[in-house]
């Protein structure tokens, strides 16, 4: 992988098949991106060590799962003092599986799953009312998913 993190065709394509499919055993890999599976595996270990990779993981269906309830969190605090509170507090919630720090009219983004309304209502008063700092909490509820896409389109899809 050449300097400042850059990859080459061979690691897009290796990665490509990853995210499609991670569970590929390296002889099936090395096949998929035109390889032998020796510098196949090489460059794997690469993308994992520069932490381009950072791990292998299942996409678990969460309606199926028993989380049905998809809800966009919109958070204002109070001053640059309560971001740090904030953050701190927000790590020990599971129902928070994404938080982004936002530009804009609110401070951060969760995405929250809940198995229903009431286990929601639960969530904002028993434990996102007890973080300090926040002025002001929107939720938005999701009907449901138009577009969702964990493979990161490739380099050459977004030049």
Same mark, same amino acid.
């Given at each position: 992988?050449?300097?400042?993190?850059?990859?080459?065709?061979?690691? /897009?394509?290796?990665?490509?098949?990853? /995210?499609?499919?991670?569970?590929?055993?390296?002889?099936?890999?090395?096949?998929?991106?035109?390889?032998?599976?020796? @510098?196949?595996?090489?460059?794997?270990?690469?993308?994992?060590?520069?932490?381009?990779?950072?791990? &292998?993981?299942?996409?678990?269906?969460?309606?199926? &799962?028993? =989380? @049905?309830?998809?809800?966009?969190?919109? %958070?204002?605090?109070?001053?640059?003092?309560?971001?740090?509170?904030?953050?701190?507090?927000?790590? /020990? $919630?599971?129902?928070?599986?994404?938080? &982004?720090? !936002?530009?804009?009219?609110?401070?951060?983004? =969760?995405?929250?799953?809940?198995?229903?309304?009431?286990? &929601?209502?639960? $969530?904002?008063?028993?434990? !996102?009312?007890?973080? @300090?700092? %926040?002025?002001?909490?929107?939720?938005?509820?999701? $009907?449901?998913?138009?577009?969702? /896409?964990?493979?990161?389109?490739?380099?050459?899809?977004?030049?």
């Amino acid at each position: 992988m050449p300097a400042g993190g850059i990859v080459d065709l061979i690691d /897009q394509n290796i990665i490509k098949e990853l /995210q499609k499919n991670a569970r590929l055993t390296n002889n099936e890999l090395a096949e998929k991106v035109h390889l032998s599976p020796s @510098p196949c595996l090489r460059r794997v270990r690469k993308l994992e060590e520069v932490g381009l990779i950072k791990g &292998y993981t299942a996409i678990i269906d969460a309606e199926k &799962y028993g =989380l @049905p309830v998809n809800v966009f969190v919109s %958070i204002r605090v109070d001053s640059p003092a309560s971001m740090v509170e904030f953050e701190k507090a927000i790590h /020990q $919630f599971d129902e928070i599986i994404d938080c &982004y720090l !936002m530009t804009g009219a609110c401070d951060y983004l =969760l995405k929250v799953v809940s198995k229903d309304l009431k286990s &929601y209502e639960h $969530f904002i008063r028993e434990k !996102m009312a007890n973080v @300090p700092g %926040i002025s002001k909490l929107e939720s938005s509820f999701a $009907f449901g998913a138009v577009k969702t /896409q964990s493979p990161l389109p490739s380099r050459k899809l977004t030049s």
